[in-house]
């Protein structure tokens, strides 16, 4: 008999219930016994939708206070030493140090998961980190989930995805060095669960969707081999692409199932089901665990038969990878529209889904018939929907060619009409976007939502919020500004609210990272602009000042891979009916007088295939979305864009064929490592590189950011160096975002006059 299963649960909760418990007992408000209680609450109603769907297991260790690598470093007792913290005896407070930081610590590096917008914690490697065990929340968990009569099987992030991921710090020449002190800590971690009666261990390793030198793939033998002693049964997951290439070693691994991503990695099985050990469990991810659209259940129990013939029970059927990166429950969404609603499935109802092709796979069909019934009906629904189509987009899109994607000259001819536009000293500072998003802003744009208070009401609060901000940059002496955004509730649904072809939730919220949490639009349709998005406001900042100040987009990429995005036509072709859309707001802006205009693209690196053959077809694309959204301006209109939490070097070029003015970049965390690329490839156009951490509430010292701009003048040239922080500051408060952005002004000008005494 088929079982099903999934890889992991939402952990957030449905309201967010994790996110507001961690961050009040931040604050203080909360004792840490209330908080182990939501956490505990959470946990036992997310295995008991698990169970009531009639799932063989329920998921074990994808629970985390912050994030599932800092706990799985918790759980080994590999936390940085830096922070000189007993490992064996870690607190929760002493977790959230690791991920936010203190005054003598920066906080851990932080950057996206594979090609998601999760972010992990980044593992430090030292000569004198520690394998040798940790925190026991994982055996506790375990144990709780048995006392409430569920059977379980819990997850691990695998050996090698943690030491590839992680980062050399000092003392240690290769990653691969650790292998025997990590085999050694995850064998202590299985032998443990072997003794609390646990059979089935899930073992992450998402690296095999890579392209993996010789020396890492070579290593997954002996290291599987030494896991597999004395421990549970072992499924080795892998996700987020197809892993054909590595059939054959899969095959070969003392493991007792393997799982695939059935969904990124369509028309892999021929590979695997050649020669499949009769033994041996295949688990089939066949409903997509990273968007939101109903699945076709007919057409997955289709593509299931054959396995069926062939694996028999061994055949396991799942989601395609953990449903972290989707809402929890659409049963909550009562005041969606019905139509959209019916073409939608988050983590609970993907869970019915995959039940119900466990009962037609072992012959229950009958059982199920209303489920497979209803499917039919909604994927046909939305197949034939009127409202997928615009006309005005698709005669736009086909007249795309005739549209330029360049600027009218080269950046080195635009600088110097910019430069004597705008008249900036020499590194200027700036701010990347967002102010704090006080509780009365928040508060504000609520009841003008729910209607209690009116359009004018709400414009004049926002308005005063817009005079705030600009009056504390003048006075903090910022010299490039921006309006703040306290209008905006999320970058990307602000912007979608407004463009036709996007819908929109009240709870599908997903983590980012730690308690950050978004709430991703979905793409059902054409995208088109009806009219300007940000005009007005930008207009209301600028009168406000003689500085420069900056229109704020999200770019089309970023549109794109921060929503659930259509899978009815190619992703380019979405990318750029977007970037039409913004390309019409950009040009708008520049008529209303706005010269500078930055287009965020933070999710560019993160739309990169993981797969290096597959990325020149995307970042040909991405490249072409972003310069049409850009090119429509005049050359004395500089563009900045914004990119962050990701590894640029190995996609230099295609950031410079942007052809952005300006580029700003987090690089605080990694203290400007990432900054050593573009000098290295001596990145043509100017570029800000973050000087402070705006993730942590820690307030970096001025000589800090000193120090940090000091390795930036060793790498780029004083002529194209700006300062600002590595990210807007919408998550941060006033007291601490006046201090650190004083600070960082002052370490600007002390740079300046060291420049000038030379």
């Known amino acids: 008999m088929a079982k099903a299963h999934i890889l992991g649960f939402p952990r957030i909760g449905a309201q967010r219930e994790l996110k507001f418990a961690v961050e009040s007992f931040w604050r203080g408000d909360t004792e840490l016994a209330a908080l182990q209680e939501t956490g505990a609450s959470l946990r036992q109603r997310h295995w008991a939708v698990q169970a009531d769907a009639g799932l063989d297991f329920v998921s074990v260790g994808d629970f985390a ?30 977790y ?10 920066f906080a851990m590096e932080m950057t996206k998961w594979f090609d998601t917008n999760y972010h992990y914690l980044v593992p430090e490697f030292t000569a004198d980190v520690r394998f040798d065990g940790g925190v026991d ?11 409430l009569g569920h059977k379980t099987k819990v ?6 995805t943690l030491l590839y991921l992680g980062k050399i710090k000092s003392g240690v020449t290769n990653k691969l060095d650790l292998l025997p002190k990590v085999i050694a800590g995850y064998q202590n971690v299985l032998q443990r669960l072997q003794a609390a009666g646990v059979e089935w261990v899930q073992i992450d390793e998402p690296i095999l969707a890579l392209e993996l030198a010789a020396v890492w793939r070579n290593a997954f ?14 499924l080795l997951a892998t996700y987020f692409d197809q892993v054909r290439e590595h059939s054959a070693l899969l095959r070969s691994l003392p493991v007792d199932g393997v799982h695939l991503d059935l969904v990124r990695g369509a028309g892999q099985l021929d590979d695997f089901l050649k020669d499949w050990p009769q033994d041996r469990v295949l688990s089939a991810g066949i409903v997509d665990g990273r968007n939101i659209w109903r699945a076709d259940l007919d057409a997955a129990l289709l593509a299931l038969k054959p396995l069926q013939e062939k694996l028999g029970d061994k055949l396991w059927v799942s989601a395609s990878c953990s449903l972290l990166h989707v809402p929890v429950d659409l049963a909550n969404e009562n005041k969606l529209d019905e139509e959209l609603k019916g073409w939608l499935s988050f983590a609970t109802q993907k869970t019915h889904e995959i039940t119900a092709l466990k009962h037609a796979l072992n012959g229950d069909k009958d059982a199920v018939a209303a489920q497979f019934n209803a499917a039919a009906l909604a994927v046909a629904a939305r197949n034939t929907s009127s409202r997928i189509h ?9 007249e795309i060619n005739t549209i330029s994607a360049a600027r009218n000259n080269i950046f080195a001819d635009r600088i110097v009409k910019q430069q004597a536009r705008f008249k900036l000293p020499a590194f200027p500072t700036t701010n990347i976007g967002s102010f704090p998003q006080t509780t009365d802003i928040r508060q504000a744009r609520a ?5 209690e208070i009116g359009h004018l009401d709400y414009l004049k609060k926002m308005r005063d919020e817009v005079r705030l901000v600009v009056q504390k940059q003048e006075e903090i002496g910022l010299d490039v500004l921006v309006h703040g955004e306290p209008e905006r509730n999320d970058m990307v649904e602000y912007f979608g609210e407004q463009l036709w072809g996007y819908g929109f939730t009240a709870n599908g919220w997903v983590q980012s990272y730690g308690s950050r949490c978004v709430k991703p639009p979905f793409i059902y349709g054409d995208v088109y602009r009806p009219e300007a998005m940000t005009v007005g406001w930008s207009e209301f900042a600028q009168s406000l000042t003689a500085k420069p100040m900056k229109g704020m987009l999200t770019g089309p990429v970023t549109m794109l891979q921060w929503s659930f995005v259509r899978d009815d036509q190619p992703r380019d072709t979405t990318a750029l009916q977007i970037a039409l859309a913004l390309r019409d707001e950009v040009v708008d802006l520049e008529k209303a007088g706005i010269g500078m205009i930055q287009i965020d693209e933070p999710a560019f690196r993160e739309g990169l295939p993981l797969k290096a053959a597959d990325w020149p077809h995307y970042l040909d694309w991405a490249v072409r979305a972003f310069r049409i959204t850009a090119s429509g301006v005049q050359d004395d209109t500089q563009i900045h864009t914004h990119m962050c ?26 203290d400007m490592e990432l900054l050593d690329g573009f000098g290295e490839f001596a990145y043509p156009n100017d570029i800000g590189p973050g000087v402070y951490d705006i993730h942590s509430p820690r307030v970096p010292r001025v000589e800090e950011m000193q120090r940090l701009l000091r390795k930036a003048r060793g790498v780029i040239p004083d002529a194209q160096l700006w300062v600002n922080p590595d990210c807007g500051l919408k998550t941060r408060g006033w007291p601490e975002t006046t201090v650190a952005l004083e600070n960082m002004v002052l370490a600007a000008r002390t740079l300046r006059a060291e420049v000038a005494a030379l």
Do not use: C
């Open 96 to 105: 959230f140090t690791l991920a936010r930081g203190n005054p003598e610590h």
């Open 137 to 147: 929340w994982l055996f506790e968990e375990n144990a709780e989930a048995i006392a």
């Open 65 to 94: 206070w912050y994030d599932q690598v800092l706990n799985t470093l918790a759980l080994l007792g590999a936390v940085p030493t830096r922070f000189n913290f007993d490992a064996k005896k870690l607190t929760l407070s002493d």
């Open 221 to 234: 033998a002996p290291t599987y081999e030494a896991l597999s002693v004395g421990a549970p049964k072992l």
């Open 645 to 670: 939490y990701s590894e640029f070097n190995d996609i230099l070029p295609w950031i410079a064929a942007m052809d952005a003015d300006v580029i700003t970049i987090e690089t605080s965390r990694s």
């Open 390 to 398: 615009n006309p005005l987009v698709q005669k736009r899109l086909s």
């Open 447 to 451: 009841q003008y939502k729910r209607g």
């Open 155 to 160: 997850t691990l992030v695998g050996p090698l």
